[in-house]
């Protein structure tokens, strides 16, 4: 394919629809059961908290949302439209045009300034906000023009977030955004998160273990 297919409205808002997902890795002779039949649904402008012990299944599932992985079985539906069986193709655009996603680790370009590691994105989206609209809604109006090096470890997360955003993507996913931060910075991260998806709407699944994101979340899934 080369294009995302316009998905069929859903009058119940729902985004994805998960039912059945198993995910199997085989090594050799061995199958590694990561996700043992997963029925989830997520409706837009929803903050859900995905917690659940290591080796749980949390990353796999939020990398099969976000088009990285596909499911060994099961149906995962995006608006209508099935993510499971997608070419790799479609997949990339459905990456780049409907999803944003946030690591433990910041992955900035050191000889950029925050600025510019978010002009990167909003160069080649399609209705992107402007980097100084995104580093605003992150709370580095101020630190727009420093470089990674200049930033604390919190700031720097915040640059990731606002990176993730500015192409105005339908849906942020974040894998362990404060693990690398301590408890009162990772509040700081998370509240950014928190006013992103109050603000603009947009469907946030975040796994974390600071327990302030399960009291900012509208549902907290355990797997």
């Not at 949302?65 to 997608?86: E, F, N, Q, R």
């Not at 009162?184 to 998370?190: E, F």
């Not at 900012?216 to 899934?221: G, I, K, S």
Request: charged share 20%.
């Amino acid at each position: 394919m080369s294009a995302t297919p316009s998905p069929q409205p859903v009058s119940t808002g729902v985004v994805f629809e998960a039912r059945g997902v198993r995910k199997v890795y085989h090594t050799g002779e061995l199958d590694v059961v990561a996700l043992h039949g997963v029925d989830i649904q997520l409706s837009a402008g929803e903050l859900v908290c995905l917690l659940g012990a290591s080796g749980s299944g949390k990353s796999t599932l939020l990398n099969i949302l976000g088009g990285l992985d596909v499911p060994s079985s099961g149906d995962l539906i995006y608006k209508g439209w099935p993510l499971d069986g997608a070419e790799e193709n479609t997949l990339t655009l459905f990456r780049r045009n409907c999803v944003g996603f946030v690591f433990q680790f910041y992955n900035l370009i050191p000889s950029l300034t925050a600025r510019e590691n978010v002009a990167l994105i909003t160069g080649i989206s399609r209705d992107p906000m402007t980097p100084e609209e995104a580093l605003e809604m992150v709370g580095l109006e101020k630190r727009m023009d420093h470089f990674p090096s200049q930033l604390s470890g919190g700031e720097q997360q915040r640059v990731a977030i606002a990176r993730a955003i500015a192409k105005r993507p339908e849906v942020l996913l974040c894998d362990e955004p404060t693990g690398a931060l301590d408890v009162t910075t990772g509040i700081a991260v998370l509240e950014a998160v928190e006013r992103i998806n109050r603000e603009l709407g947009t469907l946030t699944v975040i796994i974390t273990h600071n327990a302030a994101m399960a009291d900012m979340a509208d549902r907290v899934l355990h797997l």
